[in-house]
């Protein structure tokens, strides 16, 4: 297991951040090319049951999480099957200045055949780090949109 955190800022105030990225069911209009769709398939008062259907290192994937969201600036997310079965994302949104910071915790875990490629977790880490840049640039462009078809 590798533990490691990644830190990123965004323009947008943290209560908007954090309902974006905590808006499981329309996600994947955030970033379609890694997630292509993202289905509840059990909620309750602890979290959500989801089956995402993502691209994992240009492979296309259908896996397993639990997201819990702690309100108002906790996510995490919890992968139960696929190639990272057991890694957990733990997600921290702090209001800073003109804008969030976004803190992720990963602890990843490489599961089956892939633990055998230890030279895949420094892959991940910045592959990981790569799509949070990419996630912060969308998100943001996502919110213009959603501001500009409300007015």
Same mark, same amino acid.
Request: charged residues 20%.
């Given at each position: 297991?590798?533990? #490691? ?12 951040? #954090? ?27 602890? /979290? ?37 079965? /057991? ?9 800073? /200045? ?10 990843l875990i490489l599961s089956g055949f892939y633990r055998l490629f230890g030279f895949l977790e420094g892959f991940l880490k910045n592959k990981m ?23």
């Open positions: 297991m590798s533990t #490691f955190t990644m830190e990123r800022c965004s323009s947008l105030p943290q209560n908007k951040l #954090f309902e974006l990225s905590t808006d499981v069911e329309n996600f994947h209009n955030i970033m379609p090319e890694n997630f292509k769709s993202l289905e509840v398939i059990k909620e309750n008062e602890y /979290g959500k049951l989801v089956i995402e259907k993502i691209n994992f290192l240009g492979i296309p994937l259908k896996i397993k999480t639990k997201h819990i969201i702690v309100n108002p600036n906790v996510h995490e997310i919890h992968i139960l099957s696929g190639p990272t079965k /057991g890694t957990v994302f733990t997600e921290t949104y702090v209001q800073s /200045g003109n804008g969030t910071i976004v803190s992720i915790e990963v602890k780090s790569a799509t949070m840049d990419k996630f912060i640039v969308a998100v943001e462009k996502y919110d213009s949109s959603l501001t500009a078809y409300q007015n």
